[in-house]
């Protein structure tokens, strides 16, 4: 006999059993408020939808959506039916958009009105796509040559009002793509078991309760939100909060309009709140207690406790494949700079290059391997190999460097290989490169990261043109406007007559980053380029 645990370690059954346990004020998503029943209900009319498309068991549904109330049910309502949903950065276009869409198989693919027609210029590639589902009324729906195109408001009563699926907590909920830092973004298959545990023990972490109200404007294309906002809440009985985006000027007055309890915030947005003006929205705070993010300096967490009488919650750290690996419960602080203990459902560990257990204090590679069943990831979608060389030796080899203290307080150092993080978003440098490259002057090209002012990295573009040919930094920047998203957009570029290379002719990246922003760089800073977040 399964206990009440066990029982709950769907999605599915999260949803029902918050159903159950009374009709209540749930999730306000945009501005839209919804029940437990209501939830329910919507995610059955979306199953319904979806299931008239003829959306079975396993297949994928890939989702490019604003967060919406519609972005969480289309989610819940594939995991309802057995499908498997697979959430796409909504500033994906281009190549970065088609990899994902066709290395997923995806069947359907539901979409922003104003985003289809990226979706439409890849269509090409797409061989297993069969219905495109339109949110919105922007336009007139495209052809899309072997696909159908529907409007999902006029789904939403094509199939019977509520449909499910036999699930198990095994059977995959999601296809969540990595950055893909050194190659193309591969994806994570999370199952059922995985999220809702992984949102149990974020919850825990961030002293979520019944009482709790959160607030995030962090995107539900990220696993951050979902775990956090929507698992987490439907498992602890309190209320979340997700805003539309980030908005430093609405920041304060959403906070005190939803009476949030619980803030989660990621990158740029911490220093952001914090470097903000002072305001009377910001005075009226009576409600938010807590911000979990990351990353916060010794000065923000300074400058949060001392100003805004908030405490920063910042000791996780943890990966799309696993989390959280380390945590600290919000009412034990760590030593400065660490982001807590080995999480009780992993054993962690730093090594050297060859997997060996090094001393405390010394600086290797992060691996782990889960105490119980679901704690990670499946493994990478199509990906065997790349599955088997990630898990050697029986460990999950993360990629990041760390160190183990005396006292088994872990502290991340960095990416083993080209880590670029830039606005709150990991990016893939190969798929970057890959971009630029199109460009006919390039001959050559090194994406990597330069320090920013706000905590993260801003990106360099340091390349090679070809012989005879013209081309300014300005037009470079100008030309990758619409072929990468806004977030990749380079702040530097540099232009050189060859790129550092070892012997066997890699570039060599740590120099270029050690070198960042030289004589040379031009800064877009500097001209009138306006980067639109879309």
């Given at each position: 006999m399964r206990?009440g645990?066990?029982?709950?370690s769907t999605?599915?059954e999260?949803?029902?059993?918050?159903?159950a346990?009374g009709?209540r004020?749930?999730?306000d998503?945009?501005?839209?408020p919804?029940?437990s029943?209501?939830?329910?209900e919507?995610a059955g009319?979306?199953?319904?939808?979806?299931?008239?498309?003829?959306v079975?068991?396993?297949d994928?549904?890939?989702t490019?959506?604003d967060?919406s109330?519609d972005?969480?049910?289309?989610w819940?309502g594939a995991?309802?039916?057995?499908a498997?949903?697979v959430?796409?950065?909504?500033a994906f276009?281009?190549?970065?958009?088609r990899?994902?869409?066709a290395?997923?198989g995806?069947?359907?693919v539901v979409?922003?009105?104003?985003?289809v027609?990226r979706v439409?210029?890849?269509?090409?590639g797409l061989v297993?796509l069969?219905?495109?589902?339109?949110?919105?009324d922007?336009?007139e729906p495209?052809v899309?040559p072997?696909?159908?195109?529907h409007?999902?408001?006029?789904?939403?009563?094509?199939?019977p009002?509520?449909v499910s699926?036999a699930?198990?907590p095994?059977d995959?909920a999601?296809l969540?793509y990595?950055s893909?830092t050194?190659?193309?973004?591969?994806g994570?298959m999370?199952?059922?078991?995985?999220?809702?545990?992984?949102?149990r023990?974020?919850?825990?972490v961030?002293?979520?309760?019944a009482?709790s109200?959160?607030y995030?404007?962090?995107?539900l294309?990220?696993v951050?939100?979902?775990?956090?906002?929507?698992i987490?809440?439907?498992?602890?009985?309190g209320?979340a909060a997700?805003?539309t985006?980030?908005?430093?000027?609405r920041?304060w007055?959403?906070?005190n309009r939803t009476?949030?309890t619980?803030a989660?915030?990621?990158?740029?947005?911490?220093?952001?709140?914090?470097?903000?003006?002072?305001?009377a929205?910001?005075?009226?705070n009576?409600?938010?207690r807590?911000v979990?993010?990351?990353?916060?300096?010794?000065?923000?967490i300074d400058?949060?406790r001392d100003?805004?009488?908030?405490?920063?919650?910042?000791?996780?750290y943890?990966?799309?494949e696993a989390?959280p690996?380390?945590?600290?419960?919000?009412d034990?602080?760590?030593?400065?700079g660490s982001?807590?203990?080995?999480?009780?459902a992993?054993?962690?560990?730093?090594v050297d290059?060859?997997?060996?257990?090094?001393?405390?204090?010394?600086?290797?590679?992060v691996?782990?391997?889960?105490?119980?069943p679901?704690?990670m990831?499946d493994g990478?979608w199509?990906?065997?190999?790349d599955t088997?060389a990630a898990t050697?030796?029986?460990?999950?080899?993360t990629g990041d460097?760390?160190?183990i203290d005396?006292?088994?307080?872990?502290?991340?150092?960095?990416?083993?290989?080209?880590?670029?993080?830039?606005?709150?978003?990991?990016?893939s440098s190969?798929e970057l490169?890959?971009?630029?490259?199109?460009h006919?002057?390039v001959a050559?090209?090194?994406?990597h990261?330069?320090?920013s002012?706000l905590?993260?990295?801003?990106l360099k573009?340091?390349?090679?043109?070809?012989?005879?040919v013209?081309l300014t930094e300005d037009?470079l920047?100008?030309w990758?406007l619409?072929?990468v998203p806004?977030?990749?957009v380079p702040?530097?570029v540099e232009f050189?007559?060859?790129l550092?290379?070892?012997?066997?002719?890699?570039v060599?990246?740590?120099?270029?980053?050690a070198?960042?922003v030289t004589?040379?760089?031009?800064?877009?800073?500097?001209?009138d380029?306006v980067?639109a977040r879309?």
């Open positions: 206990d645990s066990q029982d709950r999605v599915g999260l949803l029902r059993s918050a159903a346990g009709d004020l749930l999730f998503v945009a501005g839209e919804v029940t029943a209501g939830a329910l919507g009319s979306m199953a319904g939808a979806l299931a008239a498309l003829g079975r068991p396993g994928r549904v890939a490019l959506l967060n109330l972005a969480v049910l289309v819940l995991n309802l039916l057995g498997i949903e959430p796409v950065n909504t276009r281009g190549e970065f958009l990899h994902q869409l290395d997923a995806a069947a359907v979409t922003e009105a104003a985003l027609g439409s210029e890849v269509a090409a297993d069969r219905h495109l589902v339109l949110r919105g922007e336009g495209p899309v072997g696909a159908s195109v409007r999902l408001a006029d789904l939403a009563g094509a199939g009002p509520s699926a699930v198990s095994s995959l999601m969540v990595t893909g050194t190659g193309p973004s591969k994570c999370l199952s059922h078991r995985y999220v809702v545990e992984a949102g023990r974020l919850a825990h961030l002293g979520m309760g009482d109200v959160l995030t404007p962090n995107p294309f990220h951050n939100a979902k775990f956090i906002a929507v987490g809440t439907l498992i602890t009985g209320r997700i805003d985006r980030f908005s430093v000027s920041f007055g959403e906070v009476e949030a619980i989660s915030l990621i990158g740029a947005m911490i220093p952001l709140v914090a470097q903000a003006p002072e305001s929205e910001e005075r009226a009576r409600t938010l807590f979990f993010g990351a990353p916060f300096t010794p000065a923000l400058t949060y100003r805004f009488g908030i405490r920063c919650l910042y000791s996780v943890g990966l799309t989390a690996l380390t945590s600290l419960p919000p034990e602080e760590g030593p400065p982001a807590g203990r080995a999480d009780p992993f054993e962690v560990r730093v290059d060859d997997d060996r257990e090094i001393s405390a204090g010394e600086v290797g590679e691996v782990a391997r889960p105490r119980q679901g704690a990831f990478y199509g990906r065997p190999t088997v050697r030796n029986l460990w999950f080899h460097l760390g160190r005396d006292d088994g307080y872990f502290f991340f150092v960095d990416r083993k290989k080209d880590y670029l993080r830039c606005r709150g978003e990991n990016i190969f490169e890959r971009a630029f490259m199109a006919p002057a050559e090209v090194a994406v990261a330069v320090p002012a905590g993260e990295d801003d573009v340091t390349a090679v043109l070809r012989a005879g013209g037009e920047v100008r990758c619409d072929k806004y977030f990749a702040r530097y050189r007559p060859e550092p290379k070892n012997p066997v002719q890699r060599l990246k740590y120099q270029l980053r070198e960042g004589p040379s760089t031009w800064d877009r800073q500097g001209s380029i980067v879309r």
